[in-house]
């Protein structure tokens, strides 16, 4: 079982570069999320997504972009990477039952932007 | 907003320690609490739940409680091992009705266990 699946693993980037940060999820789940998890500071959640079309902002959402053109698939764009981007992301997926089950998560993509 | 204080670590214990990490939240209403579990260089996986106050949420020799009274949601283990070595992430949601569901997370207790 593939579960949530991120690419790439790690990338460094320049400052200014573009980069799409990939997740896709096998498990026909309706809700998919973006944290960012910085040292010592948790994950806070950069966009969110409840279905297929929908998308919404999370906690810390500027410098982000995301689409939801499918159940399985929610990318995430960074347009014009700077330094503060540096972080390690992570994709994770959930049920509508959320409050009663688990959220499944990819293994990240750690991104340094120099 | 909501929020989630875990205790500062990182915490270092030997074999077969007992070991508390305190988690206290803020939320209105009646959160759902979750303990996550990170091991090096994988993503986050649940390792217990309690979805109302008193419960009590175990799993692998962990557990904690559900205490609305003083906000808190400590993790226990009686014995550690070498292989509880992670990052404990304490969580909770409050997803009601229409609105997705997000995991407020603590920011994370690094435990290192040495045999």
């Known amino acids: 079982n593939a579960g949530v699946t991120q690419t790439p693993k790690f990338r460094i980037l320049k400052i200014g570069q573009s980069m799409t940060l990939q997740c896709a999820q096998d498990?026909?789940?309706?809700?998919m999320y973006w944290y960012r998890q910085d040292p010592g500071m948790g994950l806070k959640l950069i966009y969110y997504?409840?279905?297929?079309?929908?998308?919404d902002k999370g906690e810390v959402p500027n410098g982000y972009n995301v689409s939801r053109s499918t159940t399985e698939d929610f990318p995430l764009r960074l347009e014009l990477a700077a330094p503060s981007q540096t972080s390690v992301y992570f994709c994770?997926?959930?049920?509508?039952?959320?409050?009663?089950?688990?959220?499944?998560f990819g293994q990240g993509t750690r991104l340094t932007v120099v | 907003g909501d929020s989630v204080t875990q205790m500062e670590g990182p915490v270092t214990l030997s074999e077969e320690a007992f070991l508390t990490i305190n988690c206290t939240y803020t939320?209105?209403?009646?959160?759902?609490l979750f303990w996550y579990v990170q091991y090096p260089g994988e993503g986050l996986q649940l390792l217990l739940k309690?979805?109302?106050?008193?419960d009590k949420g175990s799993n692998k020799g962990f557990e904690a409680t559900y205490r609305k009274e003083t906000t808190s949601f400590h993790l226990e283990k009686g014995s550690v091992q070498v292989s509880d070595s992670a990052v404990y992430f304490c969580?909770?949601?409050?997803?009601?009705?229409?609105?997705?569901?997000?995991?407020?997370f603590g920011s994370g207790t690094q435990l290192t266990v040495l045999p």
């Open positions: 309690a979805t109302k106050a008193d």
């Open positions: 994770a997926t959930a049920s509508p039952g959320f409050m009663n089950t688990e959220a499944f």
């Open positions: 997504s409840v279905g297929a079309g929908i998308t």
């Open positions: 939320a209105t209403g009646y959160p759902s």
């Open positions: 498990m026909n789940h309706n809700y």
């Open positions: 969580a909770l949601t409050r997803g009601s009705s229409g609105s997705a569901r997000q995991l407020t």
